[in-house]
């Protein structure tokens, strides 16, 4: 057993694999103890994040010591029954997470770079 354990850990992880972990369809009532004793059985927390506002409700972050430890409670507790509710853990993805911008703010930085390199931003047929 120890020696299958030290295999997978000389394995290389595809590079989405981190230690922290986005978890969504949970419980709204689901409190810490609960999903520690839920995650806590794949390795070390070093910490677990709740939603509490409306947006967040229902989500959660969890974020394990050891890589591996993420990488086994991802692979098996995605689709774990909770409270009736199946959980969709994934692994976070800053770019997916961060800060999205509105439609007018895009286009305000589109004209901004369109004056500073001097484009009109519509396509022109070439000339002979």
Same mark, same amino acid.
């Given at each position: ?34 999903? $520690?004793? /839920?995650?806590?059985?794949?390795? #070390?927390? &070093? ?5 509490? *506002? %409306? =947006? ?29 509710? $199946?959980? /969709?853990?994934?692994?976070?993805? #800053?770019? &997916? ?5 509105? *439609? %007018? =703010? ?23």
């Amino acid at each position: 057993m120890a020696a299958a354990a030290q295999r997978a850990r000389n394995q290389r992880l595809p590079p989405e694999v981190n230690r922290a972990l986005f978890v969504r369809n949970l419980p709204f009532n689901i409190s810490s103890e609960e999903m $520690y004793d /839920i995650f806590g059985k794949y390795g #070390p927390i &070093r910490q677990i994040r709740i939603g509490t *506002t %409306k =947006e967040t409700r229902g989500t959660a972050y969890v974020v394990y010591e050891d890589i591996y430890d993420a990488k086994n409670a991802c692979d098996h507790l995605s689709g774990f029954n909770v409270a009736n509710r $199946y959980l /969709i853990v994934l692994y976070f993805n #800053p770019v &997916r997470h961060s800060k999205k911008i509105s *439609t %007018k =703010e895009q286009e305000e930085q589109l004209r901004k770079m369109q004056d500073k390199y001097g484009v009109d931003g519509q396509q022109h047929a070439k000339g002979k």
